[in-house]
């Protein structure tokens, strides 16, 4: 039989199917895959509620990587009592938090606390750091934790059993939706990378996938070959508009209309394109991706 894996909306910003948390119960209480932000502790909250548990019966917390709307609320469920699965590079953030809040809080600056609430870090003692293919071994379940470069160092995608829960390598869809957005963000983004963590996923051969952005697929293959076509596209895309050297802010405008066409070439409605935008800013992406380009691309010719 299938484990039960329950989504739960977190209602960011009071908007649906923006940022899901993963729930799994078993018998020794729950598994919960990414928290959320701080910011919504409230909607986690209500979530457990409505499958009959609070935030002690967590006991393990598994994150995809370390940005604020995934591993926010980390900290405060490890005060709940749970234990803290991380990447090595992401793992001294989650025990030192402040140079990932300032970095943060320069980029959100007066809207860091509104967008994302309290970071507070997680104790060494509960903190734990998975080896790349490892088995996470909880009561009966069963993780593998897959390291996934590409959208940023510090990723993990985990299996269990034939689903994957893809963090942000997965890309962003929302429900009734086929397309496929990549969150192109600084200071790490490798399409190059991003592409062979896509390929190990696939060989991997799971039937189901869970982007954090949002929800849970049947059609995982399809997915993650929209993903694929998604960094061959944007490789290419850079090809051409790169070499005219333009400026972020132009970059960021070119990309913006690129970004709209996909979304209506692929049928997304305008509500839709709105939960696009707010799981994936797009003013990000113009940084993350003219900074990629000039360490990677410029140096590397091939
Ligand atoms: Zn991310």
């Known amino acids: 039989m299938a484990q039960a894996v329950h989504t739960l909306d977190l209602n960011f910003q009071n908007r649906h199917d923006a ?163 990549l969150p192109l963000v600084p200071p790490e983004l490798h399409l190059g990378k991003w592409q062979a963590s896509l390929e190990l996923l696939l060989e991997k051969g799971f039937k189901r996938i869970a982007p954090t952005h949002f929800s849970i697929y049947d059609d995982a293959e399809k997915h993650i070959e929209n993903g694929l076509k998604a960094v061959t596209s944007t490789e290419k895309w850079l090809e051409e508009i790169m070499p005219s050297e333009p400026t972020n802010e132009e970059l960021g405008k070119k990309f913006a209309a690129w970004m709209y066409e996909q979304a209506k070439t692929n049928g997304v409605s305008e509500h839709d394109l709105k939960t696009y935008e707010i799981a994936n800013p797009l003013h990000m992406s113009a940084t993350g991706m003219a900074r990629y380009w000039k360490k990677f691309r410029q140096k590397n010719k091939t």
């Open 19 to 181: 940022i899901a948390a993963f729930l799994i119960p078993y018998s020794g209480g729950a598994v919960l895959v990414e928290t959320g932000p701080g910011s919504t502790i409230e909607g986690l909250k209500a979530g457990l509620v409505a499958h009959g548990m609070t935030a002690s019966n967590v006991t393990h917390v598994l994150l995809s990587h370390i940005h604020l709307d995934h591993a926010g609320a980390a900290g405060w469920l490890a005060q709940q009592g749970a234990e803290v699965y991380v990447h090595p590079v992401g793992a001294p953030h989650m025990i030192n938090p402040e140079k990932l809040i300032a970095s943060a809080t320069r980029i959100y600056q007066d809207r860091m606390h509104t967008l994302w609430g309290d970071f507070l870090a997680v104790p060494e003692d509960r903190l734990h750091i998975p080896e790349d293919g490892e088995t996470i071994t909880i009561a009966d379940l069963e993780f593998v934790a897959y390291f996934t470069p590409g959208h940023a160092e510090h990723h993990i995608a985990y299996g269990l059993g034939d689903l994957v829960f893809s963090g942000d390598v997965g890309g962003v869809r929302m429900p009734g939706c086929d397309y496929v957005r």
